[in-house]
């Protein structure tokens, strides 16, 4: 018994320490040269006790690249759309779990274990700062670019582009759509996040696998 106890101890210790340095040291290690470019994107960070979304202002250039989500039923040209906002993760338990209150065991055990990955996109109209929930970043007109490819190259496509997942939606104003790889917890949907925040120049931690240690390490290198 006190084998099991040191040894349920020296992993939550080793799991704190991970969490710690994935926080703390900066990914990227050194921070590449600026190139001068005006700040002229603002891009912000949802996020809830589990989970972080990437809100992106819909403009020209946004619906371009996104414009297969109009045949699949959402509006995103609507002028009251002020933001599309994406996610990633695990199939199952994100499209299982709406709300806390429909929490079924299945779908969290495949959500902590292996699981197909999914995208999920919403529409927003304008979202207020400051806000507790709500991190905002101002990015150059290529690192936005950079991002939306990013974003752009998550979906799993097949011959006719992305590949919604037919009935999968919360309500009027969202869609899954099949990602590209697949979702683990240790690489979640805020180790997403904070790739995407990468791509678009935004420092992260070295790991962030919680909300909160990704906030920490946005606030710090940022």
């Given at each position: 018994m006190k084998r099991l106890f040191r040894a349920c101890a020296a992993f939550v210790l080793l799991a704190v320490l991970a969490v710690a340095l994935g926080t703390v040291i900066p990914r990227p290690l050194l921070s590449s040269a600026s190139d001068g470019a005006a700040k002229t994107r603002r891009i912000l960070v949802l996020s809830n006790p589990i989970h972080t979304d990437i809100a992106i202002p819909v403009d020209g250039k946004v619906l371009e690249a996104f414009g297969f989500l109009m045949p699949d039923g959402l509006p995103i040209a609507d002028p009251n759309v002020a933001y599309l906002v994406f996610g990633r993760g695990s199939r199952e338990f994100?499209?299982?779990t709406p709300t806390w209150d429909q929490l079924k065991p299945m779908p969290l055990l495949k959500g902590l274990t292996l699981d197909r990955a999914a995208m999920h996109v919403s529409l927003a109209g304008p979202i207020g700062e400051?806000?507790?929930?709500?991190?905002?970043?101002?990015?150059?007109?290529?690192?936005?670019?950079?991002?939306?490819?990013?974003?752009?190259?998550?979906?799993?496509?097949?011959?006719?582009?992305?590949?919604?997942?037919?009935?999968?939606?919360?309500?009027?104003?969202d869609r899954f759509y099949e990602a590209d790889g697949t979702f683990t917890a240790?690489?979640?949907?805020?180790?997403?996040?904070?790739?995407?925040?990468?791509?678009?120049?935004?420092?992260?931690?070295?790991?962030n696998p919680l909300p909160l240690t990704l906030k920490w390490s946005l606030d710090l290198y940022n």
């Amino acid at each position: 018994m006190k084998r099991l106890f040191r040894a349920c101890a020296a992993f939550v210790l080793l799991a704190v320490l991970a969490v710690a340095l994935g926080t703390v040291i900066p990914r990227p290690l050194l921070s590449s040269a600026s190139d001068g470019a005006a700040k002229t994107r603002r891009i912000l960070v949802l996020s809830n006790p589990i989970h972080t979304d990437i809100a992106i202002p819909v403009d020209g250039k946004v619906l371009e690249a996104f414009g297969f989500l109009m045949p699949d039923g959402l509006p995103i040209a609507d002028p009251n759309v002020a933001y599309l906002v994406f996610g990633r993760g695990s199939r199952e338990f994100y499209i299982a779990t709406p709300t806390w209150d429909q929490l079924k065991p299945m779908p969290l055990l495949k959500g902590l274990t292996l699981d197909r990955a999914a995208m999920h996109v919403s529409l927003a109209g304008p979202i207020g700062e400051p806000n507790p929930v709500v991190s905002g970043f101002d990015v150059s007109e290529a690192e936005f670019s950079a991002l939306l490819t990013f974003i752009r190259d998550s979906f799993q496509d097949d011959a006719r582009g992305p590949t919604v997942i037919a009935g999968a939606e919360y309500g009027r104003y969202d869609r899954f759509y099949e990602a590209d790889g697949t979702f683990t917890a240790l690489v979640g949907c805020n180790t997403w996040t904070a790739r995407g925040l990468r791509e678009a120049g935004i420092t992260t931690g070295l790991w962030n696998p919680l909300p909160l240690t990704l906030k920490w390490s946005l606030d710090l290198y940022n």
